[in-house]
């Protein structure tokens, strides 16, 4: 087995107070391994989507501990938490979340530049990320001269430039037709068996789901299901987008 790369144990999320009050989470235990491809499903409401918020590191649990390489997460200054995201997680969303006057170069550039990197490195960085989604030659287009394929094939570039341990997707194929989504699962699963990234995905589209090495099923704030997948979905990615139309 892989080296255990995330722990929860007894993770609690709790909003409001009194009558208004609201557990998210309900006492969580989990455990991802590095290496892993692992589909978060559940009903809306059942708190998958904030269990990946504690993972990203863009929110913190009520209770319990959240470990991530055996450092204790929930312990951290806010500072802290934000330089474990920039130096380990990168991060896809459902609507892309790209800046739309900007080239597709400059989009995957901007972690780098949160970070500090110089423009040489910078370039370099962005050029190879692209490379490796299929979008060598597409780097001065902006999303709005890309299709919707290309547009998230740009947000994995982004979220892999820094070269992270984890990518978190939040839905990557929601906004994507089938095909579409289908290439970009092929390609996150690539990413993760090709370059060893962990990929925690939330879903709510089974066939997606099946790309992933584990499914764990939310429900009401607990995990009602963890279970292996023995035959994910297996794919060649299509890293030819030339003949996508915007």
Known sequence: MSDLLIQLRGVTKRYGSGAAELMALKGIDLDIHAGEFVAIMGPSGSGKSTAMNILGCLDTPTGGEYLFKRAHVEALTRDQRARLRRRFLGFVFQGFNLLARTSAQENVELP????????????????????????????????????????????????????????????????????????????????????????????????MAAYAHRMVHFIDGSIAKDVPNPHPTTATPDLSPLAETT
Do not use: C, F
């Open 112 to 207: 780098l530049l949160y970070r500090g990197d110089s423009a040489s490195v910078r370039r370099a960085a962005a050029a190879k990320a692209l490379q490796a989604v299929g979008l060598g030659g597409w780097e001065h287009h902006t999303p709005a001269e890309l299709s919707g394929g290309q547009q998230q094939r740009v947000a994995i570039a982004r979220a892999i430039v820094t070269e992270p341990a984890v990518v978190l997707a939040d839905e990557p194929t929601g906004n994507l037709d089938t095909q579409r989504s289908h290439e970009i699962m092929s390609l996150l699963m690539a990413l993760n068996q090709d370059h060893g990234i962990t990929v925690l995905m939330v879903t709510h589209e089974p066939d």
